[in-house]
T-cell receptor, first 109, second 113 residues
Framework: GQSLEQPSEVTAVEGAIVQMNCTYQ??????LSWYQQHDGGAPTFLSY????GLEETGRFSSFLSRSDSYGYLLLQELQMKDSASYFC??????????FGQGTELSVKP | DTAVSQTPKYLVTQMGNDKSIKCEQNLGHDTMYWYKQDSKKFLKIMFSYNNKELIINETVPNRFSPKSPDKAHLNLHINSLELGDSAVYFC????????????FGPGTRLLVL
């Protein structure tokens, strides 16, 4: 079967660093994507890892280990506006993007 | 200058009715999608079209029928609406070789009473 697992919620304080994990099991694997969704908003693409290692884009970094079927999204210098749901997604052999259940991040002052 | 737009944004209707949601993208993408997001925020693909051709058709009741008049438009028609159809429906688009990077519309919040 195909499944992605993410913690349902994470709480952190402004200025801190937070890591949100994603483990996956899928038939065929091309890469791991991360999307952000604010309440009432649309999912917005953040990053993509096709190969092992760390990709950095400003305060956001995403990591992938294909051998462990594991990835994470790291947010640094947390801001209140980072409070949102974060979804990992895997593109499988059928060309479908399979989304995890999402991690709801709450940033406290 | 909206990239992916959907209409209507909100849709409240009675069980048994038929309704349509429209989607348009001006990004020049060849591939478009419909997703359903339930009350627990689970986002699941329903359909995907590439250049007007259906390429992904998930296990969706046949009351749902997508239609792509051209590669910039993908509409969703729903017949005989049921309570369980209440959800947020998102349209998205991407390049066919960049399916990992999808651009989502603002969503259509459907409530079936």
């Amino acid at each position: 079967g195909q499944s992605l697992e993410q913690p349902s919620e994470v709480t952190a304080v402004e200025g801190a660093i937070v890591q949100m994990n994603c483990t996956y099991q899928t038939s065929g694997f091309y890469g791991l994507s991360w999307y952000q969704q604010h309440d009432g908003g649309a999912p917005t693409f953040l990053s993509y890892n096709a190969l092992d290692g760390l990709e950095e884009t400003g305060r956001f970094s995403s990591f992938l280990s294909r051998s462990d079927s594991y990835g994470y999204l790291l947010l640094q210098e947390l801001q209140m506006k980072d409070s949102a749901s974060y979804f990992c997604a895997v593109e499988n052999q059928g060309g479908k993007l399979i989304f995890g259940q999402g991690t709801e991040l709450s940033v406290k002052p | 200058d909206t990239a992916v737009s959907q209409t209507p944004k909100y849709l409240v209707t009675q069980m048994g009715n038929d309704k349509s949601i429209k989607c348009e993208q001006n990004l020049g993408h060849d591939t478009m999608y419909w997703y359903k997001q339930d009350s627990k925020k689970f986002l699941k693909i329903m359909f995907s079209y590439n250049n007007k051709e259906l390429i992904i058709n998930e296990t969706v009741p046949n009351r749902f029928s997508p239609k792509s008049p051209d590669k910039a438009h993908l509409n969703l028609h729903i017949n005989s609406l049921e309570l369980g159809d209440s959800a947020v429906y998102f349209c998205a688009s991407s390049h066919p070789t960049g399916r990992e990077t999808q651009y989502f519309g603002p969503g259509t919040r459907l409530l079936v009473l």
